[in-house]
């Protein structure tokens, strides 16, 4: 089983660097207000040789499972209480949680899904 990190968070639009499983990444969280807009996470790595970009911060799913092959490891987004919604503006900061692991997580349970 894997470790949880849990990533800090400020309120607003961010950019910021964090080392997740030995690997130095850039970070970059913005908001598009429009029909199907939200919060969006641009990743790339530190040495520029890779990166996801555009995102979509859905709550409950691994942000970064249809990018497996770039070994990334998981991403979770999780509102409040582990609430199934759209974060809003508003949440960002407060009210939102990214979670990371080098092994797939298991959000319903809060457990890795290898055990």
């Known amino acids: 089983m894997s470790d949880l990190y849990e990533i800090d968070l400020v309120e ?29 996470l641009d990743v790339e790595k530190l040495d520029g040789s890779d990166a996801i970009l555009g995102i979509p911060m859905l709550p409950m799913n691994d942000l970064f499972a249809q990018h497996e092959y770039k070994n990334f490891g ?14 809003t503006f508003e949440d960002m900061g407060t009210n939102v949680r990214l979670i990371w692991s080098a092994d797939e997580w298991n959000t319903s349970s809060g457990s890795d899904s290898a055990s």
Do not use: C, K, M
């Open 12 to 40: 607003g639009a961010q950019s910021f660097t964090v080392n997740l499983g030995g690997v130095a990444y850039r970070f970059r969280i913005t908001y598009r207000d429009a029909f199907l807009g939200g919060w969006f």
């Open 74 to 87: 998981h991403l979770y987004v999780i509102v409040g209480n582990g609430e199934y919604r759209q974060p």
